[in-house]
């Protein structure tokens, strides 16, 4: 079973490389004068009294997909009393956790388990970002006090120590179209936070380990090979010889 999700996890991790090939439609493209009651709501009921209900969610700024959630499934957020998620990313505990994971065992750095070529053009992508990201920011950001650096060193910040899984993820996520969305919850924590702010019951299914130590545990070639695949990509973007794709964000995750 193990050695099966193993190799679920690293399909997924090269399918995610690739994946950012394809420019996700935007929201305009969508037809806004849709009925409600003619989406399909993702929403599934287990009939029971009362019911209790599974409803898939997305990765993304809760604000560019919000307005396309049928009601049916607003309505049962609204009237359930116990919400449970992946995992509870309003508790600091997941968050504290999250970060930790992601870390090279003490006393190792970046610089000493990349292969040199790769570590030098990681070191000249992040430089770039670092550069690039005022331009990026949005004037609704810097209103609401969110500031290139801040936002660097809160994304990008104690780089070298990560493993290299995650540093393939977050390269993936520093692109300018994910830079203008930072500051708008993805739509997992808005729920979290609504649920928080309602004082409902919330919880999770899943603990950190569990996703941490299947990610941690790859294999070391495929990832270099999802982290190369990762840089070309980026360097593709900067040189101008590939349209820049929307991405999905990872929360510390994913």
């Keep these: 079973?193990?050695?099966?999700?193993?190799?679920?996890?690293?399909?997924?991790?090269?399918?995610?490389?690739?994946?950012?090939?394809?420019?996700?439609?935007?929201?305009h493209s969508c037809e806004l004068n849709r009925k409600q009651t003619d989406l399909n709501s993702f929403l599934w009921t287990i009939k029971r009294d009362p019911p209790s209900y599974f409803y898939g969610t997305i990765h993304v700024p809760?604000?560019?997909?919000?307005?396309?959630?049928?009601?049916?499934?607003?309505?049962?957020?609204?009237?359930?009393?116990?919400?449970y998620f992946?995992?509870?990313?309003?508790?600091?505990?997941?968050?504290?956790?999250?970060?930790?994971?992601?870390?090279l065992p003490q006393g190792e750095n970046l610089q000493d388990v990349l292969p040199r070529d790769i570590y030098r053009r990681l070191k000249r992508h992040l430089e770039y970002v670092k550069l690039m990201m005022p331009s990026w920011?949005?004037?609704?950001?810097r209103g609401k006090g969110l500031y290139a650096d801040y936002l660097f060193n809160a994304i990008a910040g104690n780089w070298e120590r990560k493993r290299p899984v995650w540093v393939m993820l977050m390269v993936n996520s520093l692109t300018e179209a994910d830079i203008k969305t930072r500051g708008v919850p993805v739509l997992?924590?808005?729920?979290a936070q609504e649920a928080e702010r309602m004082r409902k019951k919330t919880g999770a299914v899943e603990k950190v380990e569990e996703q941490c130590h299947p990610l941690n545990g790859l294999n070391f070639s495929q990832v270099i090979f999802a982290l190369n695949q990762?840089?070309?990509?980026?360097?593709?973007?900067?040189?101008?010889?590939?349209?820049v794709p929307y991405t999905?964000?990872?929360d510390g995750s994913r």
């Design 1 to 27: 079973m193990r050695d099966t999700l193993s190799a679920v996890i690293q399909l997924c991790v090269i399918l995610l490389v690739r994946a950012e090939q394809w420019r996700l439609k935007d929201s």
């Design 62 to 83: 809760y604000t560019r997909v919000w307005d396309f959630i049928p009601e049916n499934s607003k309505q049962a957020f609204q009237e359930s009393h116990i919400v």
């Design 86 to 103: 992946e995992l509870d990313l309003t508790d600091p505990y997941t968050i504290s956790a999250l970060t930790s994971c992601q870390l």
């Design 137 to 141: 920011m949005t004037p609704d950001q």
């Design 188 to 191: 997992d924590l808005y729920l």
């Design 230 to 243: 990762t840089l070309l990509q980026q360097e593709s973007m900067r040189a101008g010889s590939l349209q």
């Design 248 to 250: 999905t964000e990872e």
